[in-house]
């Protein structure tokens, strides 16, 4: 299921991948890949500069991720452009969420944030509690 958010005429939308093949129930290791696509629908020429990335385990305890653009790359979108990429999250827990910002520039140098959606990372281990 894809997550969207828009923030100043850029759509970030995450579709996150459960891999099975890359999970360990043994070794509670429990890894999603996600894909992100990011849509200029505005009027000005924006960069990608930096990411902050916020995820949540099952248990509560949250990993800030910060760093230089996206997968190695600081893409320029012009009107109308998009940007995609898939990347990866490992987890302790079978399930959590993650979500955060990009930190966007245009072309006179004015920098703003953007919303990434916050996305569910739900594998098929997950235990429902029934009151």
Known sequence: MPYT????????????IWLEEHSSLEENRFVWAYRVQIENLG???????TRHWIITDARGQVEHVRGPG????????????????????P???PS??????????????ETFDIDVP???????????VVN
Not at 5 to 15: D, H, K, L, S
Not at 70 to 89: D, I, M, N
Not at 96 to 109: E, L, N, S, W
């Open 5 to 16: 958010a828009t923030t100043r005429q850029i759509r970030v939308t995450v579709e996150p």
């Open 43 to 49: 009027g000005e020429t924006v960069q990608l500069k």
């Open 70 to 89: 996206v997968v190695g790359k600081q893409p320029r979108l012009a009107p109308g452009e998009t940007f995609e990429y898939t990347s990866g999250c």
């Open 91 to 93: 987890l302790s827990t």
């Open 96 to 109: 959590g969420f993650m979500g955060g910002t990009y930190r966007m520039v245009t072309a006179d140098g």
């Open 118 to 128: 916050t996305f569910s990372l739900d594998s098929p281990h997950q235990r429902v």
